[in-house]
T-cell receptor, first 111, second 111 residues
């Protein structure tokens, strides 16, 4: 299995909702990432997990809460988001210091 | 802060033409990846280059890593409409899991 999967593909939520994005990989990669991508811009790093521990938080607001239940799964919990948080959210994984493989993304719209 | 400058930002060409995309930095990278992304999808890894002066070919795509490992180029021969997309270069470091992304080149190939 050489792919990263993400669910859901699309998500529409109100500013008072709580939702979660899910990411899964079975390549044995020990690093997993969350990125946010706005239209016509490159991906912006949000969080990095290495060996299931949060190693990098790029000053992301607390309304985004990552979780790594095990080495294959990565979640992003969303609460009290703002309309400007609407974007494509990408998950990626890599060997410890290797090239990153991206999932298909979750298109999030906050109303 | 390491920066990767990508040029051109946008390129619109006719089918059959050749093109080159450039990725330049003042920093040395341990590796450099090229990705292609279609709207609403995640970036797909095309190639990773790690050795200064390295040249890799993928069908009509030729990737080159500069001798000093600070720059890279992507050359497409006889472009086809299926090559349309956002091309991203990303530089990686041995010291961590982070990638620095270039700003992207949006390519449109008209039939």
């Amino acid at each position: 299995d050489t792919e990263v999967t993400q669910t859901p593909k699309h998500l529409v939520m109100g500013m008072t909702n709580k939702k979660s994005l899910k990411c899964e990989q079975h390549m044995g990669h020990r690093a997993m990432y969350w990125y946010k991508q706005k239209a016509k811009k490159p991906p912006e790093l949000m969080f990095v997990y290495s060996y299931e521990k949060l190693s990098i938080n790029e000053s992301v607001p607390s309304r985004f809460s990552p979780e790594c239940p095990n080495s294959s799964l990565l979640n992003l919990h969303l609460h009290a988001l703002q309309p400007e948080d609407s974007a494509l959210y990408l998950c990626a994984s890599s060997q410890e210091y290797g090239e990153q493989f991206f999932g298909p993304g979750t298109r999030l719209t906050v109303l | 802060t390491q920066l990767l400058e990508q040029s051109p930002q946008f390129l619109s060409i006719q089918e059959g033409e050749n093109l080159t995309v450039y990725c330049n930095s003042s920093s040395v990278f341990s590796s450099l990846q090229w990705y292609r992304q279609e709207p609403g999808e995640g970036p797909v890894l095309l190639v990773t280059v790690v050795t200064g002066g390295e040249v890799k070919k993928l069908k009509r795509l030729t990737f080159q890593f500069g001798d000093a490992r600070k720059d890279s180029s992507l050359h497409i021969t006889a472009a086809q409409p299926g090559d349309t997309g956002l091309y991203l270069c990303a530089g990686g470091y041995n010291a961590g899991n982070m990638l620095t992304f270039g700003g992207g080149t949006r390519l449109m190939v008209k039939p």
